[in-house]
């Protein structure tokens, strides 16, 4: 098992920045993937920004240019920085790890969310 905590929500304005951690723990040691989803009202959960083990990354374009994923393995914590947040940006985020189960699966496993709101 491995267990996601997540930190950094919180109110902001528009134009505003704001840096999301997440640590995890457990059966940390064959970790590849970890990311971030996100889950506005009424709308569908997302994948933001995605990072694995040897540092390639992969962002939704509507936060490329925006929004910076980072990892510290040696830490097992990962880091969204998110920058010139807008209102559309506001929604619960979530970390998410992927952990290989055996050969042929792949477990992931979920945070419990973190609220960012963007004010207008």
């Known amino acids: 098992q491995v267990q996601l905590v997540e930190s950094g929500g919180g109110l902001v304005q528009t134009g505003e920045s704001l840096r999301l951690s997440c640590a995890a723990s457990?059966?940390?040691?064959?970790?590849?993937?970890m990311g971030w989803y996100r889950q506005a009202p009424g709308k569908q959960r997302e994948l933001v920004a995605a990072?694995?083990?040897?540092?390639?990354?992969n962002y939704s374009d509507s936060v490329k240019g925006r929004f910076t994923i980072s990892r510290d393995n040696a830490e097992n914590t990962v880091h969204l920085h998110m920058s010139s947040l807008k209102p559309e940006d506001t929604a619960v985020y979530y970390c998410v790890a992927d952990r290989p189960s055996g050969s042929r699966t792949i477990v992931r496993y979920w945070g419990q969310g973190t609220q960012v709101t963007v004010s207008s």
């Open positions: 457990g059966s940390i040691f064959s970790i590849n993937t």
């Open positions: 990072i694995t083990r040897d540092g390639s990354t």
